[in-house]
């Protein structure tokens, strides 16, 4: 069928890794100024990463790490052939990297690169490029088209557990009033940052990766995912809340040093006790897999381990 026949799927292995490489080079062309410029500080680099954005770096180190498990899966589905699916999927993806930031092309459009030459071989490496995706897209579509509402999520039970802890802080829309000790007051504003879209769409990405590792079916992993998302938005209201709260009892300073820091605290704590949540209803599923840490679905697990 034309489905099957496409001319470099009886290419050497050789060739088509070659022709990844160039490809893949040849896509990152198109963003070298940008490149560039981002790497050319390495002072502003390291503040590139470290300010606000190690989550799609974190992203892709689990990625990889769970890649590097079914490698030698990975390597058996390469040496298949490709079909036009995949040849057209791949150059979609190449399209649509030309639009992209550097960091989000050298995931997509090189992964483009790679459908069209190893077709099904992509399927290993595609919940890792969907996570990636996650955690880049998700506060970017918040932050443009949701931040009002997005921010509201913890305004309105921050408002509500300031009253309930008689404090001495006002909430007027997305705007926060609070007594300094020195008896000053301090007025800030909730974005939707504060609000946490960074640590939710780390969550959703993990949770990605880890359902792809581990899958819960049927209504019960919709039920855990929805207990994570309400986790996520919970430990987010309390950040919040605290902030405030050390604002209050120990001034300006403390209040921006907690808002800085605090999450890198909570979400850790918070995510551990999710993972042991998952993992306890992953084992309750009983699914076997003959990979660990594989990113390949059970059914395919099951197939390839008979083949064995």
């Not at 490809?23 to 503040?47: E, I, K, N």
């Not at 990975?74 to 040496?79: E, F, G, Q, S, T």
């Not at 008689?166 to 504003?189: K, Q, T």
Request: charged share 10%; with cysteine; glycine share 6%.
């Amino acid at each position: 069928m034309l489905i099957e026949q496409i001319k470099w799927a009886s290419t050497s292995m050789k060739a088509r890794i070659a022709a990844c490489f160039i490809m893949g080079a040849m896509v990152l062309s198109f963003h070298a100024p940008a490149l560039d410029q981002s790497t050319g500080d390495l002072l502003g680099l390291a503040a590139y990463v470290l300010n606000g954005h190690v989550s799609p770096w974190l992203v892709a180190g689990l990625s990889l790490m769970l890649l590097w498990s079914s490698r030698h899966e990975l390597w058996a589905r390469m040496h298949r052939s490709t079909t036009l699916p995949y040849v057209f999927f791949g150059a979609a993806l190449i399209f649509i990297s030309v639009s992209l930031p550097w960091y989000a092309a050298a995931v997509i459009g090189v992964f483009g690169v790679f459908c069209i030459l190893f077709g099904r071989a992509s399927r290993l490496i595609l919940p890792g490029v969907i996570a990636y995706a996650i955690v880049l897209l998700f506060p970017l579509v918040i932050n443009s088209y949701a931040e009002s509402a997005y921010a509201g999520t913890v305004i309105g039970p921050l408002a509500w557990i300031v009253q309930l802890l008689r404090l001495p802080v006002e909430v007027v829309g997305s705007n926060i009033s609070l007594i300094l000790p020195s008896s000053e007051e301090l007025n800030v504003a909730v974005a939707a940052a504060c609000a946490g879209p960074t640590t939710m769409a780390l969550f959703l990405s993990i949770f990605t990766l880890m359902y792809s590792y581990r899958p819960i079916r049927g209504q019960t992993g919709l039920m855990v995912l929805l207990v994570g998302i309400t986790g996520t938005w919970l430990q987010n209201v309390i950040r919040v809340v605290v902030v405030v709260v050390i604002g209050h009892f120990f001034g300006e300073d403390s209040l921006w040093a907690a808002h800085e820091y605090l999450s890198y605290l909570l979400f850790p704590l918070w995510y551990l006790m999710f993972t042991a949540l998952y993992i306890s209803v992953a084992n309750q599923e009983q699914v076997e897999s003959p990979y660990a840490l594989s990113l390949v679905p059970v059914e395919e697990h099951e197939q390839i381990y008979r083949t064995r």
